[in-house]
């Protein structure tokens, strides 16, 4: 699955046309779910009209073979022989970390990931398993939350999780040249995050935020911002603390 998912990763870093939608919500007992798309309808329409017939089955078909229900890490570690941990935690994170693919008229949509349930000792669990094994998660997952509290650090607001996926492909000069070139390659990112109980205040204030409603608030990037030290924010703060009732 690494394989697959790498190559995917690799191969969205050449034309402007794929989108990155997450939603996380937090729950009273603490725990978080989360779930990422990725679409890429236009990268694929535009990556096959621009494939020579005679390639194009050797070029996508393994994408094609991803499932297209919610399937374990674990479960596709197994069906592809190529499970290389007997760590408890580890397979416990596995099982519960899934992927699909998505599919529009029997042509490939896009991609989504989905964590269940995570407390905090999965999260801390599942940094030790991304610093092998590379997955294109929200950095804002690793956000403070205790039931009650959101202590979100604006330092998560990047792409590390994308970079690190390439760079495990690529030569230090050809990731840094990406690196530095990943405003031009995306139409949109942003991250939503719900609450299960209202929102009783929020403290600090950045440009990319705002709030939806009693229970959520809005995350959208600014792409160029990320990567032009130039490009100054009227509101910036570290921290942003979000106290639900």
Same mark, same amino acid.
């Given at each position: 699955m690494k394989k697959t998912i790498i190559?995917?990763?690799i191969s969205l870093f050449t034309l402007q046309s794929c @989108? #990155? *939608?997450s939603e996380i919500v937090y729950h009273k007992d603490a725990a978080s779910s989360s779930i990422t798309d990725i679409d890429t309808r236009e990268f694929m329409s535009e990556m096959m009209a621009m494939t020579p017939d005679s390639l194009k089955q050797k070029e996508f078909s393994e994408m094609d073979k991803l499932p297209t229900a919610w399937t374990s890490m674990y479960? !596709?570690?197994k069906q592809e022989g190529k !499970? &290389?941990?007997?760590n408890p935690d580890s397979i416990r994170i596995m099982k519960k970390v899934f992927m699909k693919s998505m599919k529009e008229e029997q042509k490939l949509a896009g991609f989504s990931f989905k964590m269940d349930h995570f407390t905090a000792?999965?999260?801390? #669990? !599942?940094? *030790?398993f991304t610093k092998t094994e590379k997955i294109p998660l929200d950095q804002n997952i690793y956000n403070h939350w205790d039931g009650k509290t959101l202590t979100i650090n604006t330092d998560n607001f990047n792409l590390k999780s994308i970079e690190e996926a390439i760079k495990t492909k690529s030569s230090k000069e050809e990731s840094e040249k990406i690196a530095g070139m990943m405003v031009m390659f995306f139409k949109k990112i942003g991250t939503t995050i719900k609450f299960e109980s209202p929102i009783k205040s929020i @403290?600090? &204030?950045h440009d990319w935020v705002k709030q939806i409603d009693d229970h959520s608030i809005r995350i959208d990037y600014d792409l160029k911002a990320i990567y032009d030290q130039d490009t100054k924010l &009227? *509101?910036?703060d570290k921290k942003i603390i979000i106290v639900t009732e």
């Amino acid at each position: 699955m690494k394989k697959t998912i790498i190559l995917f990763l690799i191969s969205l870093f050449t034309l402007q046309s794929c @989108s #990155v *939608n997450s939603e996380i919500v937090y729950h009273k007992d603490a725990a978080s779910s989360s779930i990422t798309d990725i679409d890429t309808r236009e990268f694929m329409s535009e990556m096959m009209a621009m494939t020579p017939d005679s390639l194009k089955q050797k070029e996508f078909s393994e994408m094609d073979k991803l499932p297209t229900a919610w399937t374990s890490m674990y479960d !596709l570690a197994k069906q592809e022989g190529k !499970l &290389k941990t007997e760590n408890p935690d580890s397979i416990r994170i596995m099982k519960k970390v899934f992927m699909k693919s998505m599919k529009e008229e029997q042509k490939l949509a896009g991609f989504s990931f989905k964590m269940d349930h995570f407390t905090a000792e999965d999260y801390q #669990v !599942l940094k *030790n398993f991304t610093k092998t094994e590379k997955i294109p998660l929200d950095q804002n997952i690793y956000n403070h939350w205790d039931g009650k509290t959101l202590t979100i650090n604006t330092d998560n607001f990047n792409l590390k999780s994308i970079e690190e996926a390439i760079k495990t492909k690529s030569s230090k000069e050809e990731s840094e040249k990406i690196a530095g070139m990943m405003v031009m390659f995306f139409k949109k990112i942003g991250t939503t995050i719900k609450f299960e109980s209202p929102i009783k205040s929020i @403290s600090g &204030k950045h440009d990319w935020v705002k709030q939806i409603d009693d229970h959520s608030i809005r995350i959208d990037y600014d792409l160029k911002a990320i990567y032009d030290q130039d490009t100054k924010l &009227k *509101n910036a703060d570290k921290k942003i603390i979000i106290v639900t009732e």
